[in-house]
């Protein structure tokens, strides 16, 4: 296709990282016709390497710009400068309440096509809840399409009579890459030293939102109980050092796996016995419903929403009720063991990526999404 005729999309994110959006970003343009397609990733901080690659690999152009807390104004001028240079016809900007900030630049840029995209399910409290709301507010006005990845996370940015209008874009997935394989776990297993172990599992960046220092008090309570346990977590962010220190504090340093960044975690899936999510808020998400996929049981913070449990082996616990409840699923998760093939159910669900990608793809080209 002739270079004209093609559409340039830029794809605006927080950072290139392993987090759960630039992994959807990157699923679904993965399984787009390139040939249609300029595409362009646009980052407010350093990209990871890896990700980097992956996303160069699939045929985008990557930019750094500098960061909207360190220079508001310089970094709105260079979203412009790139926006204009490369002729964007469509903006499509995953920050969720800083949306905004990308589609009014984009606006004076003269893109005609910019959407908002709520990844999370989160608001401010106290003093914060009016600067939110306004955030909120500045964020569908200045798009001229709202994403979400689940009504919760609509509802949340745009609220409920503008979630209405919201296309839901899911978080799906390979459902094949996904497919528990017996023959993978034992490989993990013995690779990772974790043979005969009962293997707690987590993915997630070191952040507040993912709540890693109840999750490790979780593992100490547990692990108190059942010395062969493991708890595997995998991810870089601010926190991980942190992180470690509070695993030696807690005792349980020689029994947690601290994984870097991987674009191996289907294997991992195999190799653990359950996931464990107690995130202070999320949207949709993502490592929740691959981990259904392989056939693991998932116990979820009940902030998240129900959206995300694919079968009955999905559990919600309130994060008030301490690591006590939290260590009695665990053994019930654990006593139950795997689920089954979830394959029919991810498509029933719309969250099988072969068939969600040629929506976007419809969309980017028509406007409609069906």
């Not at 959006?21 to 890896?50: F, G, K, L, Q, T």
Request: proline content about 3%; hydrophobic content about 45%.
């Amino acid at each position: 296709m002739d270079d004209a005729a093609r559409r340039t999309v830029a794809q605006v994110v927080s950072g290139l990282g392993s987090g759960g959006a630039e992994m959807v970003v990157y699923r679904y343009v993965s399984h787009m016709d390139s040939a249609h397609y300029n595409w362009i990733c646009i980052s407010y901080a350093e990209p990871e390497p890896r990700m980097r690659h992956m996303y160069e690999a699939a045929g985008f152009r990557v930019y750094c710009i500098t960061s909207k807390r360190k220079n508001l104004l310089k970094s709105c001028m260079e979203l412009w400068r790139i926006l204009r240079e490369n002729h964007v016809q469509i903006v499509h900007a995953h920050m969720t309440q800083m949306n905004f900030v990308a589609n009014l630049t984009a606006m004076t840029a003269g893109v005609k096509i910019r959407i908002s995209h709520s990844h999370a399910a989160v608001g401010g409290k106290g003093a914060a809840r009016p600067v939110y709301w306004l955030y909120k507010k500045l964020s569908t006005w200045t798009a001229t399409a709202r994403f979400a990845c689940s009504e919760k996370a609509a509802c949340s940015l745009f609220g409920k009579k503008g979630a209405k209008s919201a296309i839901i874009m899911n978080n799906a997935l390979d459902c094949e890459a996904f497919r528990f394989d017996a023959e993978v776990r034992e490989q993990m297993r013995r690779a990772q030293g974790l043979e005969g172990c009962r293997v707690i599992g987590h993915v997630g960046r070191f952040i507040d939102q993912k709540n890693h220092d109840f999750l490790l008090r979780i593992f100490a309570e547990y692990h108190k109980q059942d010395a062969n346990s493991r708890l595997v977590l995998i991810g870089g962010g601010p926190l991980l050092e942190q992180m470690r220190e509070l695993a030696v504090q807690l005792g349980v340093e020689g029994s947690v796996l601290f994984v870097p960044p991987t674009g191996e975690v289907n294997r991992w899936y195999m190799a653990m016995d359950v996931l464990v999510l107690p995130s202070l808020f999320e949207g949709m998400p993502l490592v929740a419903l691959e981990a259904q996929a392989a056939g693991l049981p998932v116990i979820l913070s009940s902030v998240i929403t129900r959206e995300a449990a694919l079968s009955e082996k999905a559990r919600f616990v309130a994060l008030e009720d301490g690591p006590t409840a939290w260590c009695a699923h665990i053994r019930a998760a654990l006593s139950e063991g795997r689920g089954k093939d979830l394959r029919a159910e991810l498509q029933h669900r719309h969250l099988d990526i072969m068939q969600e990608a040629s929506k976007l793809d419809r969309f980017y080209q028509t406007g409609i999404w069906e």
